[in-house]
Every structure is written in structure tokens, then in C-alpha cells.
């Protein structure tokens, strides 16, 4: 007896090979583009945001810049636009340029200071010991942390002119025409007050960076150094110099911009006085548009400081590119 047997046809299989494999190609080709995708999605919120609270002001502050709005605009709710006659009043003025040469040679002053002051502490940050280390943190802590305001006016009383603790110190050591200083009574001393207050509350910022970033240095390179026969100069030339490159020039950009900007600490030392002689650009924005009534030139003034930090930075960012490329 023979059993007939029979080969199942090959078409129907083929087919539900195709069926199964067809399915399996574009789901990876799908998640991978989700994943892709994600890092925006998560970006979203945050730059809505910034476009919101940032993007929003800054485009209604352009258009103000290119209106005629005065008190008497405002109280009728006229909009008067008058093209660039903002722009010409204050770039043909002298005013605006003398102002800009002050904030350019205020901020070049305080970068360098906070930068070398800073970079001092921080090392020093690494020498010490750990409970030593730990104490001058707080300190360091406490001093970023206090308000703005809060430290402006604490420098307001060590500096006042008849009850002020700096001048009562002074005359104790043997100046005793500094019994009764006026601090803010001169462009040069009201500058030393802003320029001792910045000072003082950006050091924990630039030696906190610098500190962390010594902690990424191996202590491996150091032994080598030694072995060649470097000192101390030249182990930090040859070894920390290199390391703490990137974290100086992140620090010091974000300090030119910090600096240039320092409204509250000036405004409120003196106002920009005496007789407007230490007004940067923020104050003179400021005392130009809400002081003055003159809310589209304060704009125009505004939108320019914008600009004239943009070139800045993009000159510093320019110069820092460049030095990479050459040591790469």
C-alpha cells in the first residue's frame, strides 16, 4: 500500500514570510524616529517659554523704538510712529557715544578684576584643607546668594559718609579726612563703590567654576610633571592652564554679559550721579525713557545695548574660536 504524499505549495508560505517580515521593517525605522525626535519635544516647553517671556518684550520694545511716545501719547492711547528718528536723535548725539565708551571701559575693568580674583580663590580652593575648604564655600555661597538689592544697600551704609563703616576704619588707621567722605560725591569714588560691590558678588560665580573644574584634572598628570622636574609655575602652565581654559572663557563670557548689563548696582548706588557722570547704558536707557518721559528714545537706547552686546560677545567668541582652532 503506498501513501500518496503531497508537497504543500510553496506560494501561500512565501507569502506569509512576506506578511511577517513586511511589518517588522518600518518599526525600528518609526522608533528610531520618535527617539530622534524627543530631545525637541522636551526642548519645546522651555523654549516657548523663552519665546513668550523674552521673544515677546523684546519685539514689543522694537516697536517701541520706532514710535513718538510721550506722556501725552500714552494718557491718550495714540500710536504716533515716527520711523527712525529715535535712532538718528541718539547715534547723532554725544551723549550716547560717551556713555557707551564708559560702559565698555567699566565692564573691561570689572571682567578682569572678578576673573583674576576669582581664579585666585578658586585655586585656592584646591590647596585647602577640607574643613577649611568647606568654611570658605558657605562664605562664598552666602555671598552669590544675597540678593542684589540687599547687598547694594548693605554697601550703601559701609559706605555712607557720616555713619559709614569704611570711613570710620580709615580714620581709625590715620586718614582722618576720610572721617567725612562723601563716596558718591565723584564719578571716580562712585565708580570704586559699584566697581568693589560687582566685584565682591560675581568672585563666588567665577571660583566655584574654577574650582569644580580642578577637580577634573587628573592627579596622574601632576605626578608625571613632577617626575620631569616642573614646579609649581610650570605644572600649572603645562597642566591646570590647559584644564581650566574652556571654564575661563565660558566664565568670562558670561561675566562681560552680567557686567555690561549691572542696572540695579549703579541705579541704585546714586542713580547714575553725580550729574550723571556714571550712568552705563542700561541707566541711561532707563533715566532716558521712564525719567524723562521719553519712552521711545529709552527703546531705541534699549535695542541698541542690545546690539552693541551682541557685537561684543561676538568679537570675545570670535577671538576664543580662533585660539581653539590653533592649538587643535
Not at 500500500?1 to 511577517?20: I, Y
Not at 554725544?94 to 580663590?121: K, P, Y
Request: neutral net charge; hydrophobic residues 50%; contains cysteine.
Amino acid at each position: 500500500m503506498t501513501v500518496q504524499t503531497e508537497r504543500p505549495p510553496s506560494g501561500p508560505v512565501d507569502v506569509a514570510k512576506r506578511d511577517e517580515s513586511g511589518p517588522a521593517g518600518p518599526r525600528p525605522r518609526a522608533a528610531s524616529r520618535a527617539a530622534a525626535l524627543t530631545p525637541y519635544l522636551l526642548l519645546l516647553p522651555a523654549c516657548a517659554a523663552t519665546v513668550l517671556l523674552l521673544g515677546w518684550p523684546l519685539l514689543k520694545d522694537v516697536l517701541l523704538s520706532f514710535q513718538n511716545l510721550n506722556m501725552a501719547q500714552l494718557i491718550q492711547h495714540v500710536t504716533e510712529w515716527n520711523g527712525i528718528d529715535n535712532y538718528k536723535e541718539v547715534l547723532t548725539g554725544e551723549d550716547f557715544w560717551r556713555v557707551t565708551l564708559r560702559s565698555i571701559l567699566f565692564t573691561a575693568v570689572n571682567v578682569v578684576l572678578i576673573m583674576i580674583l576669582g581664579a585666585l580663590v578658586g585655586l585656592l580652593l584646591a590647596r585647602l584643607g577640607k574643613r577649611m575648604r568647606v568654611m570658605l564655600l558657605i562664605g562664598l555661597v552666602l555671598a552669590w546668594a544675597m540678593p542684589v538689592v540687599a547687598a547694594t544697600t548693605v554697601y550703601q551704609w559701609l559706605f555712607a559718609q557720616r555713619f559709614g563703616v569704611v570711613n570710620w576704619v580709615l580714620d581709625k588707621l590715620g586718614w582722618h579726612s576720610m572721617a567725612d567722605y562723601s563716596w558718591t560725591s565723584s564719578q571716580m569714588s562712585t565708580f570704586f563703590v559699584v566697581t568693589v560691590l560687582i566685584v565682591w558678588m560675581s568672585i563666588p560665580f567665577v571660583a566655584i567654576n574654577l574650582y569644580a573644574a580642578t577637580t577634573t584634572i587628573p592627579g596622574e598628570l601632576y605626578e608625571a610633571a613632577s617626575l620631569d622636574g616642573a614646579g609649581a609655575w610650570k605644572s600649572f602652565t603645562t597642566v591646570t592652564l590647559p584644564f581650566l581654559r574652556p571654564f575661563l572663557y565660558a566664565t568670562t563670557f558670561l561675566e562681560i554679559i552680567w557686567v555690561f548689563k549691572a542696572f540695579v548696582q549703579v541705579f541704585t548706588i546714586n542713580g547714575g550721579g553725580p550729574d550723571r557722570l556714571t550712568e552705563i547704558l542700561p541707566v541711561y536707557a532707563y533715566i532716558e525713557g521712564v525719567g524723562n518721559q521719553h519712552y521711545g528714545m529709552g527703546a531705541a537706547i534699549a535695542v541698541l545695548t542690545i546690539l552693541i552686546l551682541l557685537g561684543l560677545t561676538a568679537y570675545y567668541l570670535r577671538i576664543v574660536l580662533k585660539q581653539e582652532e590653533e592649538e587643535v
